[in-house]
């Protein structure tokens, strides 16, 4: 499922910085909310995070609207297939889930972690309890399934401090696995937390730029659409760990493949330090910049 994110990241993230400075968010540091009470004002108080988030799809809508057929142009190039059908396709690789099996602590206590565009962590059965002990709940999709309840999963960053997950629901053939069903409208299956362990902070731009790429992110991928995906692993020469996407019927989708993406299985999830840490924010110059230092303001 990280595919869907692999092809639309790299146009999202570059409209997320536009759309900010389109919604002149830096200006938001203003956002306040004035209440009357027996005619009298009381004084301003800040937006809790997840106001903002309720507010600021409105305030970007229009920029996102006139980006999106950029990002839509940009999945469908990317889903069409590079080859024809390749004979024995879903045999020519690893069994993972039965390798990850067979790891001290299986498959509870072992993960995938993709390091690259997009850091996600892809957990194969059921969600650690504790996995989310340090991260907020945002909002959820109305077709999406909790962590607590999905029988595996992935983790997506989406900015310095958020994270998407999404309910794997996906069947072997062979030894590849793909999606059981399309995609309609992704956001209505994503639910979206932030790291409690840098608070929403309104009057910190770097703060409002984190929430607000995140935003943008989770509003880019919203009215995507994704056909059936397969992915079948394979390890190179070196003995690194390689992912290929195909159609159902064995076509290639060479396009949906990023050599640059290191895999490698993790034992024991820290979200924060896994996926954030290793985040690329629109915001930075920084090829890679630690989650506090994107969100913190110097000032």
Request: glycine share 8%.
């Amino acid at each position: 499922m990280r595919r869907i994110y692999s092809s639309i990241v790299p146009v999202a993230l570059a409209l997320a910085s536009t759309s900010v400075d389109a919604a002149n968010v830096p200006e938001s540091t203003q956002l306040m909310v004035e209440r009357e009470d027996a005619g009298k004002s009381t004084a301003p108080e800040p937006f809790p995070v997840v106001e903002f988030w309720q507010i600021m799809p409105s305030k970007i809508a229009e920029d996102l609207e006139e980006f999106l057929e950029s990002v839509e142009s940009e999945l469908r190039a990317a889903l069409v297939p590079t080859g024809e059908t390749e004979a024995g396709w879903n045999t020519r690789g690893i069994d993972l889930i039965g390798h990850i099996e067979s790891l001290p602590g299986g498959i509870a206590n072992n993960g995938l972690l993709t390091l690259g565009e997009v850091p996600s962590l892809e957990l194969f059965g059921k969600i650690p309890a504790d996995i989310l002990a340090d991260w907020e709940y945002i909002q959820a999709g109305p077709k999406a399934v909790s962590p607590v309840d999905a029988k595996g999963g992935i983790f997506v960053a989406i900015s310095p401090v958020h994270v998407v997950f999404l309910e794997a629901d996906e069947i072997q053939t062979g030894k590849a696995s793909c999606m059981k069903n399309p995609i309609a409208k992704a956001s209505d299956h994503l639910t979206v937390y932030r790291y409690s362990g840098i608070p929403f902070d309104p009057a910190s731009d770097a703060s409002l730029e984190a929430e607000t790429e995140a935003i943008v992110m989770h509003s880019m991928m919203g009215g995507l659409d994704s056909p059936v995906i397969c992915s079948i692993y394979r390890r190179d020469q070196k003995g690194h760990l390689l992912n290929f996407a195909y159609t159902p019927d064995g076509r290639p989708l060479g396009l949906m493949d990023d050599a640059g993406d290191r895999l490698e299985i993790v034992s024991g999830f820290n979200l924060y330090e896994q996926l954030n840490a290793n985040y690329t924010s629109a915001f930075t110059d920084d090829e890679q910049s630690g989650p506090a230092e994107a969100v913190s303001d110097p000032s």
